[in-house]
Structure formats: structure tokens, C-alpha cells
């Protein structure tokens, strides 16, 4: 089987958000899709998991949106 190689954000549906983690497990950023940019929501899901991994509220925390 051969692999191959596509970028990050080729990788994403049109609904789909994605987090950006260093090498060390630190979260460096947040994707998020083109149509929710605009917009101040983030599915309960991740909020639930930034809080829980990384200790991040992000209705207090600043974050990067990507």
C-alpha cells in the first residue's frame, strides 16, 4: 500500500474544525471551517475537549483561530 501524502487542510471537510498540536502536545492553534469563522461558535464537544486536555476556557482564554 502506498501512502500518500495530503495537506492539513485538504485533510478537512467544509464542516470540519481542526486543532494544531507541537511535537511537545501543546496546543498551538484551532482550525476552524470557512463558514463559522464569522461566527463565535465552537461545538460543545471541543470546548469540552480543550477544557479537559488543555485546561482552556475559551470564552476567557485567548486562542488562535486559523
Same mark, same amino acid.
Given at each position: 500500500m502506498t501512502k500518500k501524502k495530503i495537506s492539513f487542510e485538504d485533510s478537512l471537510e467544509?464542516?470540519?474544525y481542526g486543532l494544531i498540536i507541537s511535537?511537545?502536545?501543546q496546543l498551538k492553534?484551532?482550525?476552524m471551517p470557512e @463558514?463559522?469563522?464569522e461566527?463565535? /461558535?465552537v461545538p460543545e464537544k471541543?470546548? @469540552?475537549i480543550l477544557h479537559?486536555? /488543555?485546561g482552556m476556557d475559551i470564552g476567557t482564554d485567548s486562542a488562535t483561530i486559523h
Open positions: 467544509d464542516t470540519d511535537a511537545d502536545g492553534g484551532m482550525f @463558514q463559522r469563522e461566527v463565535d /461558535y471541543i470546548v @469540552q479537559q486536555v /488543555y
